[in-house]
């Protein structure tokens, strides 16, 4: 028998795909930094402490943006949005390793860069959880979610054969490159009628409200998106100088490690989505789960010197928090559709996010060298139980209860 994809079917797979490439591009943007802070010390460029600075005026700019993108990306058409934000991104990306004379000013253009790649995630949530149904559109998230993380250690790989000025090169021909290409493909999606604007299910009373939002558990998904967002950011962010300074590897070798360990991490949003489906599709269970693996591998690198061990161990801490995050991003924002607010209610989520990085950023930056990493590792541990806790649906929980009870 022959498989035969739907109309629909193959709509959204040309619509995630496109995403998913355009944000494989975001992602390689935003990590290249962190993969080349090892080299950029070893040059004597940047210390420790500007670049501690960098990412995190690039965190504070990216989350700002998010808050201010999400907001427009429901009222602007999502191809102005995500084009315009990979061009400029792309600018600002290309200038930064000119402006070695001055680290203000070279933090104030990667600051830029973190705006600008604000303005595309909101948006793109938003076209394709209104232009495909709600399983199509829980993969197309899945598939760029996918991307986000596989692009971490391509940022490596360029890391490890390249010059860090280069690095930078290609990242900013990427986003150039994918700017263009996006806005003539969403140019022709318009065109063939797979996008359309405004296209959400209106089954809510309060329907286009913020009171919606709530009804849909926004301040519990916010804690969960600050705690996952400091991982799967900051963590990650050092991750090439952890295992540079505190294991002892030589620079080069870090960055050949950091790629190989992000490759693995980026597998994390297809086991998510396997595990979810295995679990009946439960959200708030998987999380739950996910948390708690995270918070036991944490406490197993810290408790395990060996380097090997080590690094598997804060691999796969990294990797359940980002499989809470996958959940996150491609079940939770895509199913508030219902509500007319998806693009605001993402740019939210990505701003906690954001904000809470940029702000663990500045404290692991001076942590690393005061308290020292095997005590930064606690401080990870103790952040993923919070999560942990926040993540557990205690009303839905006590609703189930007192309906049993009630029978």
């Known amino acids: 028998m022959k498989f035969k994809l739907s109309q629909k079917a193959k709509e959204a797979f040309m619509l995630g795909g496109l995403c998913s490439v355009s944000y494989f591009a975001v992602y390689i943007a935003r990590n290249v930094l962190g993969a080349v802070t090892p080299k950029i010390l070893e040059s004597g460029a940047f210390t420790e402490i500007e670049i501690g600075s960098m ?54 253009v990667y600051g830029l860069t973190g705006f600008s790649l604000a303005m595309i995630y909101a948006p793109m949530t938003k076209i394709v959880s209104e232009n495909t149904e709600q399983i199509y559109a829980v993969r197309c998230s899945f598939g760029y979610t996918f991307a986000s993380f596989f692009a971490t250690p391509a940022a490596g790989l360029f890391a490890t054969f390249l010059a860090w000025q280069t690095v930078f090169t290609v ?53 969960i998106s600050i705690i996952t967002g400091i991982i799967r950011t900051s963590v990650i962010f050092w991750l090439a100088t952890y295992i540079n300074q505190y294991l002892g590897f030589l620079a080069e070798q870090s960055a050949g490690i950091y790629t190989g360990a992000t490759f693995i991490i980026s597998m994390m949003s297809i086991i998510a989505i396997v595990i979810y489906e295995a679990f009946g599709r439960r959200r708030d269970f998987t999380i739950v789960i996910m948390f708690i693996v995270s918070a036991i591998s944490f406490l197993l690198t810290y408790l395990v010197s060996s380097p090997i061990l080590n690094i598997i161990f804060i691999v ?26 998806v693009s605001t209610a993402t740019g939210f989520l990505d701003f906690v996010s954001y904000m809470a990085a940029a702000v663990a950023n500045i404290v692991f930056a001076n942590a690393a060298t005061s308290i020292g990493w095997g005590n930064l590792i606690l401080v990870w541990f103790g952040i993923v139980l919070v999560g942990l806790f926040a993540s557990i649906p205690y009303k839905d929980i006590a609703k189930r209860k007192h309906e049993y009870f009630d029978k």
């Open 55 to 108: 990412s995190s005026v690039y965190f504070a700019a990216y989350a700002i943006g998010q808050l201010i993108n999400g907001f427009m990306g429901d009222r602007i058409k999502a191809k102005y949005m995500i084009a315009g934000g990979l061009i400029l991104a792309g600018i600002t990306n290309f200038i930064f390793p000119y402006l070695t004379v001055s680290a203000t000013a070279a933090t104030a």
């Open 316 to 341: 796969l801490a990294i990797m359940a928090s980002n499989g809470a995050a996958a959940i996150l991003w491609s079940v939770y924002c895509p199913s508030l559709r219902d509500t007319g607010r």
């Open 171 to 223: 990242s900013s021909s990427v986003l150039g490159i994918m700017g263009a290409l996006s806005f003539a493909f969403f140019t022709l999606f318009e065109r063939r009628g797979i996008v359309k604007y405004g296209q959400y299910e209106k089954n809510a009373k309060e329907s286009g409200s913020i009171k919606a939002l709530f009804e849909h558990a926004i301040v519990r998904f916010s804690i």
